[in-house]
């Protein structure tokens, strides 16, 4: 097995695959013999040449996990009709229904353009099949409208912080019981079927708001230019901020800078097969180059102060993205189904159960980027939890990755020569060194990471805390429980805990060689 080699995109396909195998180790030298630069080259050819994998799996040689051309920017007739209620939802400024002083207008605007979703007809799908462009802008577009739908949604009374204001009257069809939300059949059935051709879950994902939602900044002058972190533009945003579009762009342009740590995993896991003193001098090579590309992502990641201002991203763009996990008004997402799936419901199969009941409702969140995923699997650092039999919050997020981006971190790891065994069997102090040197600069990308987390929700959500209080206070109705500030993460993480142990993982992973 060889490393998959970063290819072009197959855009015609997006049925599931099963990883391709690489060459035959048992063909290759064994790891420590010398062998002269003509068979080395040779057998780093074969490696190459042997199955062009990548394509199988969404990754663009040029553009990682990113799409490699502007995904589609809006959806054909019929399907026109759900472009156009995403546009009401942003143009009419739809707010947040728990959000502090919302007036009864604004709460009226909402309800009024929730009416309009769950009147909308139930549009027919069957046309997207085996069409991923189609298919992907679809899963966009009905997601956001389903976030729109869910989040503009006063909390029930019982619920209610006292600071937000709800609407004078019932909040409508959607929301007929306290303790759970209905989405309209108009949403629900398509966006269960988009879902489920796509194998992703029904609600919006990083892919959505990143991989597969940019264009480039101006007309290009050459046929299909390589989008550069400075030529690219967001497509579809909540707010149509510049701090929603630097958030997602941030992201962005890490994964476009990744691609060259992607190169540099491929030609390091080529070498490991080959495995001589030759290949120990390169991969210690490559690993100094993977430290430094990794110091730029960081670079990246703290860029995004310069744009995104923090009390905006926390209380005007990170709400739209919670799910059904999300700690603030809990409340259980039904997915209202049509007779068709109802009758059916008695002898259903498994998979066709969790397609109408689905578990996964996590919101997004960059912890589903493929390529620090990627980063992880290639310096061997485990996220396994303690508890046994939980799934660790890194593998459950596998799952909201795009089907192809999946199955290739799946053949990454099936790899048979990992690299820290290798570089720990081979004992070069050199090696080691820089081996080291990957693990503590992903190690440093986490710490940043963490201070960005403190800066964009920690202290925002302190703050918030406070005003709601206060709030509470004048009211006379302020409890022990409001003092207490309990953040989770998008993905409904305990966020600090969790981020610190990913950190600790990470510097688990080091051999002693710095
Ligand atoms: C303003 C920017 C960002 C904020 C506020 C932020 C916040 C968070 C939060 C709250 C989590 C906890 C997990 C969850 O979502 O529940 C998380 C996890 C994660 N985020 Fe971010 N994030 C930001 C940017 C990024 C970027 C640009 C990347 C890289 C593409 C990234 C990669 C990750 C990863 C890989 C995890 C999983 C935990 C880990 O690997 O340490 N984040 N982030």
């Known amino acids: 097995m060889t490393a998959p080699r970063v290819g072009s995109v197959n855009e015609s396909s997006v049925t599931a695959t099963s990883p391709p195998s690489g060459p035959l180790t048992s063909s290759l030298p064994s790891q420590t013999s010398d062998i002269n630069e003509t068979t080395r080259a040779a057998h780093l050819e074969a490696l190459k040449t042997a199955i062009?994998?990548?394509?199988?799996?969404?990754?663009?040689?040029?553009?990682?996990?990113?799409?490699?051309?502007?995904?589609?920017?809006?959806?054909?007739?019929?399907?026109?009709?759900?472009e156009q209620m995403l546009d009401e939802a942003v143009s009419s400024r739809l707010q947040l229904g728990d959000k502090l002083g919302l007036t009864p207008e604004e709460a009226e605007t909402s309800r009024l353009w929730r009416e309009k979703v769950a009147k909308m007809p139930v549009l027919g799908v069957s046309e997207f099949t085996g069409k991923p462009i189609l298919l992907r802008r679809a899963h966009l577009v009905l997601t956001f409208i389903l976030h729109f739908y869910v989040q503009s949604q006063s909390p029930p009374k019982s619920n209610t912080t006292s600071t937000s204001?709800?609407?004078s009257t019932s909040t409508g069809p959607d929301s007929d019981s306290e303790s759970c939300i209905h989405i309209p059949k108009s949403i629900s059935l398509p966006l269960l079927r988009v879902s489920k051709e796509l194998d992703i879950p029904p609600l919006l994902t990083f892919s959505d708001t990143v991989l597969y939602n940019w264009t480039y900044n101006t007309p290009p002058t050459t046929p299909n230019p390589i989008p550069q972190p400075s030529t690219i533009r967001t497509q579809t945003m909540f707010t149509n901020t510049?701090?929603?579009?630097?958030?997602?762009?941030?992201?962005?342009?890490?994964?476009?800078?990744?691609?060259?740590?992607?190169?540099?995993?491929?030609?390091?896991?080529?070498?490991?097969?080959?495995?001589?003193?030759?290949?120990?001098?390169?991969?210690?090579?490559?690993?100094?180059?993977?430290?430094?590309?990794?110091?730029?992502?960081?670079a990246l990641l703290m860029s995004v102060r310069e744009r995104c201002d923090p009390e905006v991203y926390y209380n005007e763009v990170r709400p739209w993205f919670r799910g059904?996990?999300?700690?603030?008004?809990?409340?259980?997402?039904?997915?209202d189904l049509g007779d068709e799936e109802r009758e059916g419901e008695g002898g259903v199969k498994e998979s066709q159960r969790e397609m109408v009941h689905p578990t996964e409702l996590s919101g997004p969140s960059a912890g589903q980027s493929s390529m620090v995923h990627v980063l992880d699997i290639f310096l061997g650092v485990d996220h396994r939890m303690t508890s046994p039999g939980q799934e660790s919050f890194m593998s459950r997020m596998q799952k909201y990755m795009p089907?192809?981006?999946?199955?290739?971190?799946?053949?990454?790891?099936?790899?048979?020569?990992?690299?820290?065994?290798?570089?720990?069997?081979?004992?070069?102090?050199?090696?080691?060194?820089?081996?080291?040197?990957?693990?503590?600069?992903?190690?440093e990308f986490r710490d940043a990471h963490m201070i960005i987390a403190t800066l964009y929700i920690l202290g925002p959500a302190r703050r918030a805390?406070?005003?709601?209080?206060?709030?509470?206070?004048?009211?006379?109705?302020?409890?022990?429980?409001?003092?207490?500030?309990?953040?989770?993460?998008?993905?409904?993480?305990?966020?600090?805990?969790?981020l610190k142990e990913t950190r600790e993982r990470t510097k688990e992973t080091m051999l002693g060689g710095q």
């Open 403 to 443: 089907r192809n981006h999946r199955l290739f971190l799946d053949h990454l790891k099936a790899n048979p020569r990992p690299l820290r065994g290798f570089v720990e069997a081979r004992g070069d102090a050199e090696l080691v060194k820089a081996f080291d040197e990957a693990v503590g600069a992903l190690k």
């Open 52 to 82: 062009p994998v990548a394509h199988v799996f969404d990754v663009d040689q040029r553009t990682g996990f990113m799409a490699p051309e502007p995904p589609l920017a809006r959806l054909p007739d019929p399907w026109e009709l759900w």
């Open 242 to 298: 510049i701090d929603e579009e630097e958030f997602y762009l941030c992201s962005g342009r890490i994964e476009l800078r990744g691609v060259e740590i992607l190169e540099h995993m491929r030609m390091t896991m080529d070498e490991v097969f080959v495995g001589d003193d030759i290949a120990v001098r390169r991969i210690t090579e490559y690993l100094r180059r993977v430290a430094g590309l990794i110091g730029e992502l960081k």
């Open 465 to 498: 805390a406070r005003r709601a209080a206060e709030a509470k206070k004048e009211k006379g109705a302020v409890q022990e429980k409001d003092k207490k500030v309990v953040v989770k993460g998008t993905g409904g993480s305990d966020l600090v805990t969790f």
């Open 324 to 335: 059904e996990d999300s700690v603030e008004n809990k409340r259980k997402w039904v997915f």
């Open 165 to 167: 204001t709800p609407p």
